[in-house]
């Protein structure tokens, strides 16, 4: 916080909205994900709310939100209920949607945030529920736009305990929940295509205390750094408000992102507003033993774990197992790559940081598409240990592997790029170079000795980098000296 906000801390929990990557919607058949869609033109009966229709439950988002939920160490109900919220308004048609209340999919649960200390933040989860999504509104030329498109799109809804407190934590957990949600493939994350969407609860208390105050509710933030940003403008509001003996009214705000401001919507609902009563049209959902036990077998091993083990198995640091964890084809290119070269995980960690994930970010590919497999990778290493090539032809050769797909020792042998270390060759190449070069020799001569290094250059160019620089150097040294 800012020192005019040092009295005080605030109590910040988020609720998030996860749009499953399921092939259709949660209650229709229609495509769920129709971001490029025309507007109005992936929708059908069900999802549009005509008359006399009947939602049937999309078998994929249950499994998808049960994975969701056991990696988030959350308790999954043998029985839960779909309820209807009833509210009105333009972008959904039915006058109420399709969501979980007093009995949700799983209860409790936790997300551990990993602080600049080194020990681990708890959030806390109170509930996580399956829920349609509703469509979208916007203006323009002074009209009022409809598009039903997103309409029964598949969500599960997640809400935090008042854990987090600080912007920089609130942007954290969403970094961290982002991680997980692509690590699990249960959603593309992607929050500027709204494929996740956060509302934050705000409120602030002095130091020291365990009361809560009112909190204001912050809606359309569309990424991370706008979480950031509109939550750290809430805090220091409510900081300027109270120290001004005026109190925090439960508003629901919206970010206005280019302004950079806070704008009133509404006053805050409450759950009696919503009406909620069972859904009659759906009957409850039962997920038993044998079911659970069939999705919860596709869990993999989480990323926090993942990068407790990295530290431990392969004696990397820390801050290597964050970054290659923080994808998992990633981290499972890391593993697959130091089997191929067992002999330093670290060495294979610097290549992979270093020069693998340049060239990936460079070309928009995830580890798991490269035409350089892990085990082309450890070939390259290997060769430039062993002196087959030099460091910077095996850098070179990351890109002529992902170009082609071909292995890296068959293009070495096809484009003689294997290292030059026969001392008659680089002699030879060396007396060129020197014989080109006669006010350099008379330089170097006369004391200017940092030369060496140009003359090994122009060796190294003469031979189109395959020759060894330290034996260049030994050679153009004796040749100097006699000269």
Not at 31 to 50: H, M, Q, R, Y
Not at 260 to 289: C, Q, V, W
Not at 472 to 482: F, G, P, V, Y
Request: proline share 6%.
């Amino acid at each position: 916080m800012t020192d005019k906000t040092n009295e005080y801390e605030a109590i910040i929990g988020l609720e998030t909205h996860i749009q499953l990557n399921t092939i259709s919607k949660v209650f229709c058949p229609c495509k769920a994900d129709s971001w490029n869609e025309p507007p109005n033109t992936n929708i059908c009966p069900v999802c549009s709310g005509l008359p006399g229709v009947l939602p049937v439950l999309n078998r994929a988002v249950v499994e998808k939100a049960v994975l969701l939920a056991a990696a988030m160490q959350a308790e999954i109900q043998p029985r839960s209920y779909f309820d209807r919220k009833n509210y009105f308004y333009p972008d959904l048609p039915k006058g109420y949607q399709i969501s979980q209340f007093d009995m949700p999919l799983a209860t409790g649960g936790y997300l551990e945030l990993p602080m600049p200390d080194g020990s681990l933040r708890r959030v806390n989860i109170t509930k996580l529920h399956i829920e349609e999504d509703a469509g979208k509104t916007k203006n323009e030329n002074g009209h009022r736009l409809i598009d039903f498109n997103r309409c029964g799109v598949p969500l599960v809804e997640m809400v935090t305990g008042p854990d987090l407190r600080s912007a920089e934590e609130a942007a954290q957990y969403l970094i961290r929940l982002r991680q997980l949600l692509r690590w699990l493939n249960v959603s593309e994350a992607d929050m500027e295509k709204a494929h996740l969407r956060c509302d934050a609860n705000v409120s602030i208390r002095p130091k020291g205390v365990a009361y809560l105050n009112p909190k204001t509710e912050i809606k359309n933030v569309n990424s991370i750094v706008a979480v950031r940003d509109a939550i750290q403008t809430e805090i220091e509001r409510q900081v300027r408000e109270v120290k001004a003996g005026r109190e925090i009214q439960p508003w629901t705000l919206e970010w206005d992102e280019d302004r950079g401001i806070l704008r009133k919507m509404r006053s805050k609902e409450t759950e009696a507003d919503y009406r909620y009563f069972h859904e009659p049209d759906l009957l409850p959902l039962n997920i038993d033993a044998e079911w659970q036990e069939r999705i919860l077998s596709a869990l993999p091993e989480l990323p926090l774990e993942r990068r407790r083990r990295f530290v431990e198995q392969y004696g990397i640091p820390e801050y290597d197992a964050d970054i290659l964890t923080s994808e998992r084809s990633l981290s499972d290119y890391f593993e697959a790559a130091v089997r191929a070269y067992s002999s330093d995980p670290k060495r294979v960690s610097n290549w992979l940081m270093n020069d693998v994930l340049r060239m990936v970010n460079e070309r928009g590919l995830s580890a798991g598409d490269m035409q350089l497999k892990p085990h082309y990778l450890g070939e390259i290493i290997k060769m430039v240990d062993d002196g087959s090539i030099n460091i910077s032809t095996g850098k070179s050769l990351l890109e002529k592997v992902e170009d082609s797909g071909r292995s890296p020792v068959d293009i070495v042998q096809e484009e003689g790029l294997a290292r030059v270390s026969d001392d008659e060759a680089i002699r030879s190449l060396s007396v060129e170079v020197l014989a080109e070069n006669p006010e350099q020799v008379a330089a170097y001569q006369g004391g200017k000795v940092t030369l060496i290094g140009w003359f090994v250059g122009q060796v190294m160019k003469k031979s189109r980098g395959k020759a060894d620089p330290q034996l260049a150097r030994t050679i153009l040294e004796d040749l100097l000296k006699n000269q």
